[in-house]
Structure formats: structure tokens, C-alpha cells
């Protein structure tokens, strides 16, 4: 299984600011996805983190709000830009793992509040 | 789009009970998998499952790949408090869709001592 960190954990944030999560890996893998966990709600998938090139963003989700990047197999960072209360959220970093199981894995989060 | 509907929306047990729960979705999906989320955490992988009819178990889990590519349940024996958390079905497509996980609502699972 792959093992995923997230920085930070949690943050504090005031309207109108950006923050940047960061995911780390510890093994190299192909897919990267960041998804959305609103309070008391279930996950939503924000884009695909594509390796140099362009992230790949779902409905209801813009890269002007969301920039995502990936420099590497390892590592890609989530902006959450010009944040509003209902930018409150936990935000999960995921990769499948590699091999012949597909197993998908998710970071622990990070726990974003927006005054 | 793709719904998942998982049931029971939360269960409150006796230590020791056995606990059921199931998702069913409108469209066909190609693996299921069920998580664990404890409070504070990120959802944490119990079983993956990967064809119609697998059935797979995981110390006191076992869970299921319905038949119809359509639905799923996961089962929980005799239960213990450590086994409180919320519970997550989750389905991916395959293919293109690869990594996009349609989630269920959730199960709210409490144990009493």
C-alpha cells in the first residue's frame, strides 16, 4: 500500500485568502486525485493531478478556484483560491496504488476552515 | 450522473452484534471498495473487490460484489467498540474513469459496551 501524507493538517483561514495543500507519496504512482469532503457529507472528486501537463477537473469544479499541479510522480499541491466559508472542508489527497490491484489509498486530509 | 445508495444511514449495536450494510447503485461499476473513516482522519481501505459475485473477507469483514455489478455489502462479526467509525462504499468504473470513486453516503456504526 502506498503511504500518503498531507501538509497541513488543518488550517485557519480568512475569506478572501488561498491556501496551498501539499501530498506527498512515498513510491511513485501514476494516478493522483484530489477530492472534497464537506461537513458531515461523503467525498466528491475535485480533478485528476496529471503529470505535467494540465490537471483534468470534474463538473462544478474550475482551475481558476482549484489549481492543481504535479511536478512529479510523488508530490502534487491543491490551491484552494479566494476561499469562502463554504470552502470548509476536508480535502483528501488519493492514489491508486501500483501493481495489478488498483487499490485506492487516501491521505489522512486536511481540515480547512474559512472565517 | 452515477448514485450510490448505502444503507443504513447509521446503526447503533450491542458489543459482540453482527452488523450488515449494503450499497446499490443506478449503473454498473467494476470494483467496489469499502472504507473506514474515523474522526479526524482520511478513509482508510478495508476490502477491494473486483468481480460479479467475489466474495472476500478481511479478519471479521467480509464483503461482497453483487451480481449485477449493481450493489455490494459489507459485514462486520461480532463487533467491538474500536469498530465505531462511519463506513463507506464506494464504486469506480474502470476504464477512463479510472480513480474517479462514486461514494455512498456513509454509515454511522456505534457500539455499546
Known amino acids: 500500500s502506498a503511504v500518503i501524507s498531507q501538509k497541513p493538517s488543518r488550517d485557519i483561514c480568512q475569506r478572501g485568502t488561498s491556501l496551498t495543500i501539499q501530498c506527498q507519496v512515498d513510491?511513485?504512482?501514476?494516478?493522483m486525485f484530489w477530492y472534497r469532503q464537506q461537513p458531515g457529507q461523503s467525498l466528491t472528486l475535485i480533478a485528476t493531478?496529471?503529470?505535467?501537463?494540465?490537471?483534468?477537473?470534474e463538473s462544478g469544479f474550475v482551475i481558476d478556484k482549484f489549481p492543481i499541479s504535479r511536478p512529479n510522480l510523488t508530490f502534487s499541491t491543491l490551491t484552494v483560491s479566494n476561499m469562502s466559508p463554504e470552502d470548509s472542508s476536508i480535502y483528501l489527497c488519493?492514489?491508486?496504488?501500483?501493481?495489478?490491484?488498483?487499490?485506492?489509498?487516501f491521505g489522512p486530509g486536511t481540515r480547512l476552515t474559512v472565517t | 450522473g452515477q448514485q450510490l445508495n448505502q444503507s443504513p444511514q447509521s446503526m447503533f449495536i450491542q458489543e459482540g452484534e453482527d452488523v450488515s450494510m449494503n450499497c446499490t447503485s443506478s449503473s454498473i461499476f467494476n470494483t467496489w471498495l469499502w472504507y473506514k473513516q474515523d474522526p479526524g482522519e482520511g478513509p482508510v481501505l478495508l476490502i477491494a473487490l473486483y468481480k460479479a459475485g467475489e466474495l472476500t473477507s478481511n479478519g471479521r469483514l467480509t464483503a461482497q460484489f453483487g451480481i449485477t455489478r449493481k450493489d455490494s455489502f459489507l459485514n462486520i462479526s461480532a463487533s467491538i467498540p474500536s469498530d465505531v467509525g462511519i463506513y463507506f462504499c464506494a464504486g469506480r468504473a474502470g476504464g477512463t474513469s479510472y480513480g474517479k470513486l462514486t461514494f455512498g453516503q456513509g454509515t454511522i456504526l456505534t457500539v455499546h459496551p
Open positions: 493531478a496529471n503529470q505535467g501537463s494540465e490537471a483534468t477537473y
Open positions: 488519493s492514489v491508486v496504488g501500483t501493481g495489478d490491484s488498483y487499490e485506492q489509498y
Open positions: 513510491s511513485q504512482v501514476t494516478m
